[in-house]
Structures are given as C-alpha cells and as structure tokens.
C-alpha cells in the first residue's frame, strides 16, 4: 500500500458518494472473496443510504448462498452504476450479469492481470490476499464505520482466499484487517468451522475416489487430480463437498505443480493450477485463456479432463525445463 494507491480508493470514494443505484458483480463459480466483498460493499453503500444490491448468481454454492441471498437485487430494480468485485476478466462474468459487460463503471479486484474496463474509476492491487482487503479500505475511505455485520462477509472473503490464513498470499495486513473485523464481535470460530472443518459424508466419498486417482508426472515433481461427473453421480457430492480440491495435489511433499481437472456437465473441462512458487501459474493458465495468481490460477478447456491434463501439462513441463537451465 502506497500514497498513490490510497489517493486513487479515495478518489473512487468520493465518485461513489456522488452515485446511486448500484448493481454489484460478482464471478462465474462465486467463491468466499468474490461473495464476501460483495455483500461487504453492498451493506456499506446501503449505510450510506444508497440503493444497492447484487446481481443474481445461480452458480452460488449452498455454503455462500445463504450470506447473498439478502442482498441480491430485484429483478426489476434501476441500476445507474455497475460494480464488479474480484473479477479479472470479462470471460469470468456469470451468464446473468454479462448483460452489463459493456456498462461497467467501477472495477475492484486484486488479481495481478485485470481485463476489466471501468467508465469511471478502476482499483486492482495485487498484493491485497483478497478483494476483501481493498473492500476494508475502500468503506473506510467511504467513511462507513467497521461494524460486525460489515466485517463478517469480510473475514469470509479474506479467510477463504488464503486458506484460513495459510496460503503464501497471507500478509501482515491481512492479519490485522482480520484482527479489526474480529474485535467488531463476529464469531471467527464458528465461521472457520463451517467453511474449513465440516464436511458433509459425501465429501468423504468423492475425496476417496478423487485421491484414488491420484498421478504423479516428472519424478513427483507435478501431481494431478480428476473430478468426474461419474464421480459426482455416484457420490452425490455438490460443488460445496469439491470447493478445496484443488488444494490436494499441492500439499503433496516434493510436488511443484497440482493440477486439478474438473470435468463439466457439457464435457470440457474446469482446470485449476496450483504451484509452491517456482512456476507461475498465472502464466500456465493464461496459455489456455485463463489467468488468476502466481500460486493459484485457472482455466477452461473444451477437452474432457484426460486430454486437458496433457494439455496443461506440457506447458507445465516447459516451465520446469526452463527452471533446470
């Protein structure tokens, strides 16, 4: 964080207080970030007396779905100002909101390549763990008041997105953001208990085959997993059992690279790449049209997850090979 970046939060602050009707944005596959600063931004701007919700996203898992549903907008309301919130790219946008794709006015997001255009004001910081902590500075610039309904679906998106505090992308101050929405009342306990301890038993069962099938590449250097829809079936697991998977392969001693396939209901296929540092993921997946972080990146294939794995991995493989010379 620096004098130039706080000048230009508080500059979208100020344009903000000048605004109304807000529509907010969130992403295909809505995860805790994307979720948590949504509701977070939108409760502020209602406290400011605005009129403000969020789009419709019927990609929600049942986990986030819950801390939405009270701020999503009507169908019918007016929207003079779009916001997206922790979405990189236009290929990102769910279905139901592309329709503003061309009518965005604020972009906020922490991913290190945003696509996005904004007609009036764009913040990306990727050094922020989470959009969440850009949310925390921006309702601070706006001149709201921290409170505990405010930072509940802050600590969300700051927690899921750095793996309750574990992931490389943790910082000083994504402690002390933790530690201000703590000190408001929430309860952190219970909230890390429902998005990082309990699991349904069908979570189990899908775990059980998804390991099973677990492959290792280049000396134990890659390791990758599969998500069938056979899978899925047989199990009865939702999204919400599947939503960490991708984390598997990479806590794996001496694996680099995970990769994660998920195949889809039409037949392509979801990748996520995870990496310990050494290979930038970002860069992988943006070989495939996606993008995201250095150690935590995606993308989409149209190939089923077999073909997609080979796909994703030759390009891992170049990135070693550059690595050993």
């Not at 949310?135 to 927690?159: K, M, T």
């Not at 037949?267 to 990496?275: A, E, F, L, M, Q």
Request: with cysteine; glycine share 8%; hydrophobic share 40%.
């Amino acid at each position: 964080m620096n004098k130039t970046t706080d000048r230009s939060l508080a500059t979208m602050a100020r344009q903000m207080k000048k605004d109304d009707h807000f529509l907010i944005l969130t992403h295909r596959r809505p995860d805790g970030d994307t979720v948590g600063s949504a509701v977070a931004l939108c409760i502020a701007l209602r406290k400011l007396g605005k009129h403000a919700g969020i789009c419709p996203n019927p990609e929600i898992q049942d986990r986030l779905e819950r801390y939405m549903k009270p701020y999503v907008s009507a169908p019918d309301a007016r929207v003079d100002n779009v916001v997206t919130v922790d979405v990189p790219s236009y290929g990102q946008m769910e279905a139901t909101s592309k329709v503003y794709s061309d009518r965005i006015d604020y972009v906020i997001d922490h991913h290190l390549a945003n696509q996005m255009a904004a007609r009036k004001a764009k913040f990306a910081d990727p050094s922020a763990a989470a959009t969440g902590e850009i949310i925390f500075r921006l309702i601070a610039e706006l001149g709201v008041q921290l409170d505990a309904e405010i930072a509940l679906p802050l600590y969300i998106s700051l927690s899921t997105d750095t793996g309750c505090f574990v992931y490389s992308n943790t910082t000083v101050q994504t402690h002390e953001i933790a530690a201000a929405c703590m000190r408001t009342g929430i309860d952190a306990a219970a909230l890390n208990k429902e998005f990082f301890e309990s699991k349904r038993r069908q979570r189990f069962e899908i775990e059980r085959l998804v390991t099973g099938d677990l492959r290792f590449f280049d000396d134990g250097k890659i390791a990758a997993i599969s998500v069938t829809q056979k899978m899925r079936r047989d199990t009865g697991a939702t999204e919400d059992d599947i939503d960490d998977f991708s984390s598997i392969p990479r806590k794996i001693e001496g694996v680099l690279v995970g990769i994660s396939a998920y195949e889809q209901p039409d037949g392509s296929t979801k990748i996520s790449v995870r990496t310990s540092g050494e290979v930038d993921g970002s860069v992988v997946c943006a070989a495939f049209g996606g993008g995201g972080h250095a150690c935590a990146a995606g993308c989409s294939l149209k190939e089923g997850p077999e073909d997609a794995i080979q796909a994703v991995l030759a390009v891992v493989r170049t990135h070693l090979a550059a690595l050993a010379q």
